[in-house]
């Protein structure tokens, strides 16, 4: 057979954390741990983490249409003692979904008839991490209400709901003889959040904040968009313009260009792997044209640097 | 130059009734008369039910094999061995139920081989209707003069297929060792866990009922298979795979249907898999297969 063995596979998971948005001005969750126990390599044995998975259900009646959570509920996370994300970072860019029309498994046409919507978003890492025995997957989720009360053209989103958010960890075992290397890629997310009063990106949003050079893989651009007081979307295709200034000074997209093409519209990143070679070397996005102010443009940038382990 | 040809076997028509099991008559079709070998890269079946009406896709089963050999651990459930790219498809506009098996790696046929092929109605069409079945082999012929292999490899499909959960109840339900299994002396390479749920709403029998994977379109199907129904699994070693209670749907992802997980099961191995949750209304069954690949002697 032409194909290359591998170990058992392996899936952990922290329980659903219940986050709670009040529907009030200003507000922004608190963040849950996420359950350190269950999401430890516990098996005497290396691990391998591929993957991490996050699902968003809430209990809502009065939700008449669709709900994306992807701009609002936000992790932040470490493997094995690195820091994963800068901060809080919104899981609907964490990854490009695989396919966006089934990411929000909800269906408008039929919800609200039963109390329930959900949200299923994946991180394909962009190499997989050893985790040694004794450590783990670490992190908090929270749910931000962002500027879901600023005024929204279609109006504010103010129905109070509670979100259960689950998070699984997908990997394998290895050999219990397998010698763990001497350096190891360390996933690396960052993003940008735009908002009505501040149309640029911010020298410490798509930065390396590391002392050694950080592997960029790609770029995701979605939005959280309000339409109503009962729902949001990813509104990728309502931004308008942008335009992005590389960290060398050049151009990434000098021409102001559409949001949903400078971030391919199936799989909502802008693939273009680079590095970015020492600590404070940042990109920045630049809004133009930008329609309304119900719209909250998220940028993320995905990436990994090498470890010392 | 020698020139590789397609090549597309169909097999006859077969009429199943509510609950019967019948093989699919082989007049030939599905027997390779060519004097080279065949290699087959898909199995295709569609279902057409004897009026428009609906057919209810996780009551159909199968069992396949090929020269002697099983390709399936008995009947196992056709929509889940066939994981669709879009679920939307499965049940045409016209009715018809169409499921493409897509094998992970080609299968050798060698001449005057026939693809077995049993069906079992379990509920998919009701009453006094009828499903006219066909199924075909799609591959390619290997040029004049290829040499003959001395082992080939066979895929293998095992399922379980859980209680069905009816109405408002805690569901707790387990496979045993012949369910996910591997039961040759030889080591099984697996490729990939397939999942589905089925639910039907309406309280009647889940295998009569919409696979909840591809209709998910009420909220409380949603909760089902992302918080409502849980599953843990372990290996015949007791080695955690899903270490603890996972909602459904993200140990098997939403889209495929399936964990690629490319794992090595030893001989006489299996998967014991956990269910849990709760049910508030309607009808639940889970189901779980494993995808892999046997190497057997010619």
Known sequence: MAVSAETLPLVMTSPAASLAYTGAAGFS????????NKLSNVFKRPIEIREIRFAVVTPLSTLTADMWFGGVIQAILEIAGHSVTQDYVPVGVLGSPQQPVTEAVSDAANVGTTPSIANYFRWVLPKPVVLPPETGVRGNIRLDAMNMLSNGKNGNMTTAFTAAVTTTVVGRYLDRGFKLPRTQAIPYATAWVGNRDGTRSQQLNLTNPFEMPLQVEKFVGRANEIVSATSMIDGAHLVGNITMRGASGCDIVGVPTPFDRVFDYQTRSLRVPHTLPRKGVSHQVFLRDVQDNYLWPIVSMIGYREVAV | MIIESPIVLHGSIAVLSAGQQLALANDGGLKHVADVPIEVS??????????????????????????????TDGMVSLPLICPPKDSQDEVGPDSVVRHTLKLDEPMLVLPNETLRCSFWNNGAAVGADTLGVSAQMVGRRLPPGAPRPKRRVLPWFSDYVGAQQFGAVTIATQSNDVDLRNPTDQPLFVDKILARLGYNSSGAAAAAGADLYSNAKTASDLTLAMSGVTVRMADSFGNPVIRDKTPFAMAFPWQERSWRVRTWMPPRGYFIAYIEGSNTSGTVQPFIGLAGRQVVSV
């Open chain 2, 42 to 71: 898909e199995i295709r079946f569609a279902f057409t039910p004897s009026r428009a009406t609906t057919v209810f896709n996780m009551g159909l089963f199968v069992d396949l094999g090929i020269g002697g050999y099983p390709i």
């Open chain 1, 29 to 36: 969750g608190t963040g849950l741990p996420l359950d350190a």
